[in-house]
Each structure stands twice: as C-alpha cells, then as structure tokens.
C-alpha cells in the first residue's frame, strides 16, 4: 500500500485502508451484473469505475439486443455507504454493449472507497478503489502487482486470485495480453483446451471482441482482482491479432478475415468498452500516472503506430530509422517524460521487450525450434531476431538509450510482458561491449505469462528440466540478462522505495488447476542510482 514517509498506514473514516475488508462479492451472479465491478486509472483526485449490465436475459454481450438503462453508481468513504462521498447515474446502452464508465472527480489523494452500482433495484458486488497521491508527495513505499499474457483456453486465472488475497497493492499493471482472439482448438495449454473459447472461432468482428471481452469479464479470480485493486493497462497485440502492426497482422488474412482497418477498429472499440481505462475509440491508448515524489508509470501503446515487423516483409533493416516501433509523437512524449520527470523512479509500462537479446549459436535444432516457437524470430543474414520485440526497432531503442545516456537520467525501469518468461537485464549502452566497458542505462523486469505457454509447453518436457540448459545458453551469450525463466507461470509483485525496486516472481504449481498454489520463485533488486539488477538472496 501507499507509505507516506514518516506515517503509518493510511486510515479513512476510522477504517483502516487495507484491502483485506472487502465484503464479498456475492452479486457475482446477479440478474444485472453477471461482469463484475472494476476500477482504473487513478489519479490523485480522481478514479475511472466499470461494471457492464445485463438488463434482460436476452440481451447478452455483442447480441445488439436491449434498450437503454440507467445506472446509478456510487463512490463511498466507508463499506456501509454512510459516507457517500459522489453518486451519479449513467445512461448505457447497445451502442457501447451496456456497459458503464463513470469518473467521479473532487476526491482526496493516496485514499482507499468503496463503490458500487445499482440498476432496476438491482445492486451490484461492492468493489474497493484508491486515488493517487498528491504530486510531489512523499512517500516510503508503493507496491504493484504485475501480469501479462492471460489465455483462458490454457488454464484457469488464479494468478489473479492470490494477487487479489494479498490485501497490500496500491495497483495492478497489466501490461498486454488481456485476453487472445484463437478459435478453439488453435492456442491453448500444449494439447489441452482447458476452457473453450467463446465464441468458439478467432474473433474478428466487434460481436466477437465482446462476446470474448465478457467471458474473460466472467472469470470469478479476474473480477476478484478487478473488485480488489485499480488496475493501469495496455494493450499489446492479441487483443486484436497475433503481431499487430498499424496496417495489418500476422494472423490477420486480408480479405478473407475483412477489411483490417475495420478489424482493429472493432478489437479497439470493445477494448474501450469493456476495460477500466480511460480511453475512447479513436483516442490516445498511452499516459502517464504520477505516484507523488517517488515514482511515475508511463504506459506504451506499442501496436497502434509501430511499422511493419521484419519479419513479415520481404526485406527490410532492422535499423532503418523509417521504421518505429512507437510512432514520433509517442516517442517524443516518451523522451520528454524521462528528462522532466519530477518523480524518482520513471517506471515504463513496456508491452515488449526492449533489452537486446543475443540468441546463443550452441542449442540443438529441438531447441532452436522451440525458442523460435516461443519468441516467434525470424533470421535476418543468418542471425535470428525477435523482431516483434525492440530488436527489430534498433533505431527507436538507440534513440531511447542515447536519450538516457546523455541526459543523465537515472532510475528507469521497463516493466515488460509478452514474452511468457521472466527475466531480469540491465540495458547497455553498448551491448557489444558491455560488461567489460560501457555502462548501464536502465533496467528491465518482465513478468511471466498468467497461463500462456512457455518453453517447457512447446518442448513438450517436465517444468525447470530441457529449459535449464538454454536458459544458461542465453544468459552466457547475453552478459547484461542477470535472470530468466522460461517455463513458469504466475505473476510479478513489484515494490518501490527512495532505496529501491524490488520484484519478486511468483510461480504458479498448475496452471490448468482451479485451485493452484503459488509460491514466491525469486526476487531482484534494483537500488536507486546504479541503473542495475542484482539477485537477493
């Protein structure tokens, strides 16, 4: 939780702000709010609340059916509601699904309400929320959790549900990956459909994105983590299709599966709808928080601008600056966040991969496949590339690390997804030379997926077994690469102080289990200053 320096942990109302006392989510079921409550975007004087309604049983999501209803909502300083601190009401209807945005302003910075929705007499499950703190506040300590990459064909969400038992997180970043456009039967756990998609084929259409939008909104352990904490995402690319760029997909047919304007524009209008973020279609997807004196997040919209990948063109020069990964304006705002920063830690919510990664010459044709697989390279004059990631982009990242270096700028961190692994790197300068000679810039922690996946899965061999040893090849051929993990699943808990970031890797016991287990795998530091990553013990 927020730790303002020098006090102990905040209070409202006589109520101690804990998430822990969270009554339950009882209406889970109801004839009205079958999606849940959810919370977003916080800002120090104000919080973005969800919930999608059901008015009749007919009128299911992306069926276009059901007239316009109001709901009203409420934002209260204590669980009972005596303290009502906004109440509103809002008009939904089939143009935006039935579902319900509200951005109740005027509150108090770094403060723990309660909300909740009523329609038709109907009430909804109550859900717990926390406004930022005030700017240039100080603070000891902000705690996230950290996730990506949740496909409901390949196992059941309870990474979602031990985050939503801690009671200690301030936020939740979700950093791409919310949900996948499969079919059934086309990505799921090895060869295991643990949970059917619908609708049943790839989503391509905007009935589609919602229909499958609403069934992931449908999952108990999601909309617990969802009534329990704010959440701050991104998008990356399966909220639309596998390797979206601005002008197509890699599992996109043109054509065959419509117009991919039409097709992007649909995946991003249900992605307004149906998450708790403060974007409308045809708006700006990245934005910045600020977290008083110690730390801003700013969040990437890595897909919407970025050119073509390398691999998927006939020829093309990974260092070509024509081509971007982030689009000019976005990279602009990206620079200027860094050098007029008035927080400490500029933390950046990196949908892909920006450290380099060398691929190592001594792995066998199985494991080459399977990295191949896992990380979708290309080979580029005989070198393989992970060009979806910043490596296909090397003149943007250039910009980035030049931009760091030369401006002195300290304490970034990339908080990074997508890859269905966790690593720990510093990023070099110069990656040719360093450690040797050359100096880090920044650091980059990425989480493993929730249930996608991993190297292990496409081996098809034992968890922590074939991966070990190309996990060693990776890290000897990638000397700034301090950790990686290519085969669990879990989440990421990240934990800021003026001292350090620290992230600890939770690791799940079985993905397609309701009832897994998760147990903490490792922890790495970064202290302030060093622009390093070391193991804790």
Known sequence: MFVVAGAAAATVGGEEASYAAIPPASGLGSTRFHHGVASGDPLPDAILLWTRVTPTS????????GADVAVTWELAEDSGFLRVAARGT??????????VKATPTGLRAATSYWFRFTSDGVTSPVGRTKTAPAAGAALDRLRLGIVSCANLQAGFFTAYRHLADRGDLDVVLHLGDYLYEYGVGEYQARDLVVRPHDPTNEMTTLEHYRRRHAQYKGDHDLQALHAAVPFIVTWDDHESANDAWSGGAENHTEGAEGIWKERQAASMQAYAEWMPVRYELGGQLYRRFGFGALASISMLDLRSYRSQQAANMVSADISSPDRTITGAAQMDWLLDGFTQAAS???????????APVRFPSTLSTAEIGGVQALLGTTTIDG?????DQWDGYTADRSRVIGHLRDHGVTDTVFLTGDIHSGWACDIPADPLTYPTTGTSVATELVCTSVTSDNLDDILGVPPRTGSIAVETAFRAANPHVKYLDFDSHGFSVLDVSPAAVRMDWYVLSERTSPTSTSSLSTSFRVAAGTQKVSALA
């Not at 809002?90 to 579902?99: A, E, K, L, P, Q």
């Not at 070198?383 to 060009?387: A, F, G, L, W």
């Open 344 to 354: 400490q830690w500029k933390l950046v919510g990196n949908p892909v991969m920006i």
């Open 90 to 99: 809002v008009i939904t209807g089939v143009d935006r699904d039935h579902t």
């Open 58 to 65: 007919a009128d299911v999501p992306g069926s276009g059916l």
């Open 383 to 387: 070198v393989p590339y992970n060009v």
